[in-house]
């Protein structure tokens, strides 16, 4: 069981159908994967390779989420960052995951990171049309590192397996009873765990987000 595989199904099933609103987008399940693999292509001719570690400086939003499934797609693993930690924090965690690469907005992140390593979009519309072939992933390979948020001391970072992932959002769904025609509303930054649960959610039962 690995997440992106069961988003490529989830596509095939409800490529025409709602799979994320906000105040100024609308995207379906198609447009999100195509975006997605539009996205992966520019990160592979950017030299990301399979296993290597992304950090995701992105605000929340339509980009965010393409440029997340992008990261898979091109067999990376992304590192979704909290771009309003202080400086310390932010440097703690670049530190300590070590990052290959940082995926992030035209602006860059000045020297957080070693700029060669920063892979710069206007956003995942920009990136030129792609056709990226699924990888070979393995239900207990590496999908994701998620830092908490710091409160009591330093943040911390935990590995989440593509079976973990999977299995949590396949879950919940399954719980709550998701289908194609409901609609969740996503208020929590993409930074959380819980955020990551919701998006996964929603793209695996065809159901759409509204952030």
Known sequence: MNALEIIRKSVEAHRQRPAYEDDETSLTFGEVWQLAQNVAGHLVSSGIGSNDRVALFLEDGSDALCALIGIWLAGGIPIPINRSLNEEKIGFIINQADPHWALVSPEGIGDRIADSKQIRIEGASACKTAEIRV???????????????????????VLHSHHALALNAVEMSDFLGLSPTDRLFLNIPF???????????????????CA
């Open 135 to 157: 990888p070979d992933i393995a239900s207990d390979d590496d999908a994701m590192i998620l830092y908490t948020s710091g409160t009591t001391g330093v943040p911390k970072g």
């Open 191 to 209: 930074y959380y765990s819980n955020s990551i649960s919701h998006l996964l959610m929603s793209l695996f039962k065809g159901s759409c987000i």
